[in-house]
C-alpha cells in the first residue's frame, strides 16, 4: 500500500526557472514530511522538511508548501539550476507509526537544461 | 557527506550464500535505519534501532536481521539469499529518533546475487 505518491516520474526545466515537484499522501496521521534530493552512486541528502503545524517553510532557494486538506505537498525550487538535476524523494511519518520510520514516495527525476 | 559511513560499496554474491553489511552512525545520533531500494522502486524501510534496541520493523524478510552495537554502529545480516535480493541497501541515522528530525543516508551498498 503505497500511501506516498509522486505521480510525475519526470521534470524537465529551464535554468533559471522554477521547479515544482508534487507529492500526495493518503494516511491523515502523516505529521512531519521531509524532501530528499539523490544523485547516482550516492545516498538520498536531506532537502527541507515541514511540520503539520505549518503549511509552508523557506530555506534558501528551496519552499516546501503543505495543504493537510489536500494531503498534498510540493517543493519549490526558484531558480533551478544544473546542480539541481536530481532524483527528488517526498518522505513522510507519523508520531506514532513506528517512531521514526519514514514512508517515501518513487521519486520525481528532475533535469534542468541551460 | 552526511557523515554517515556504509561499507562495502558493493557486494557481488551467489544465491544461498550469506551477507553483513556495515554501518557507522553520524557523530552523536544514536538511532539507525535500514532501508532497501529494489530497481525501479522507492526505499523501503526495513528496521530500525535506537542505543542498541531494536525500534521498529517495516517488511523485512525473516533471512534478514540486523544489530546495533555498544558503540552505536549496525550491522545487517542477510542470509540464504535469492535474486530477489539483488538491491541497494541503504543506512541512515539521526540523533533520536522521535520529533521532528532528518534522517542522513550514507551511501548506500549495492549487492548483486547471481
Known amino acids: 500500500d503505497q500511501q506516498v505518491k509522486q505521480n510525475s516520474p519526470s521534470l524537465s526545466v529551464q535554468e533559471g526557472r522554477i521547479s515544482i515537484l508534487n507529492c500526495d499522501y493518503t494516511?491523515?496521521?502523516?505529521?512531519?514530511f521531509l524532501w530528499y534530493k539523490k544523485y547516482p552512486a550516492e545516498g538520498p541528502t536531506f532537502l527541507i522538511s515541514?511540520?503539520?503545524?505549518?503549511d509552508k517553510n523557506e530555506d534558501g532557494r528551496f519552499t516546501v508548501f503543505l495543504n493537510k486538506s489536500a494531503k498534498h505537498l510540493s517543493l519549490h525550487i526558484v531558480p533551478s539550476q544544473p546542480g539541481d538535476s536530481a532524483v527528488y524523494f517526498c518522505a513522510a511519518r507519523t508520531s506514532t507509526d513506528s517512531w521514526g520510520k519514514l514512508q517515501f514516495g518513487a521519486g520525481t527525476q528532475v533535469v534542468v537544461t541551460p | 557527506d552526511s557523515g554517515v559511513t556504509q561499507t562495502p560499496k558493493h557486494l557481488i554474491t551467489a544465491t544461498g550464500q550469506r551477507v553483513t553489511l556495515r554501518c557507522s552512525p553520524r557523530?552523536?545520533?544514536?538511532?539507525v535505519y535500514w532501508y532497501q531500494q529494489s530497481l525501479d522502486q522507492g526505499l523501503q524501510f526495513l528496521i530500525q534501532?535506537?542505543?542498541?534496541?531494536?525500534?521498529a520493523k517495516g517488511n523485512i524478510l525473516e533471512r534478514f536481521s540486523a544489530q546495533q552495537f555498544p558503540d552505536l554502529h549496525s550491522e545487517l545480516n542477510l542470509s540464504s539469499l535469492e535474486l530477489g535480493d539483488s538491491a541497494l541497501y541503504f543506512c541512515a541515522s539521526s540523533l533520536t529518533g522521535g520529533g521532528n528530525q532528518p534522517q542522513h543516508f550514507g551511501d548506500g551498498t549495492r549487492l548483486s546475487i547471481l
Open positions: 494516511n491523515s496521521m502523516f505529521d512531519y
Open positions: 515541514i511540520s503539520s503545524i505549518k
Open positions: 557523530s552523536g545520533d544514536l538511532s
Open positions: 534501532y535506537y542505543n542498541g534496541e531494536e525500534r
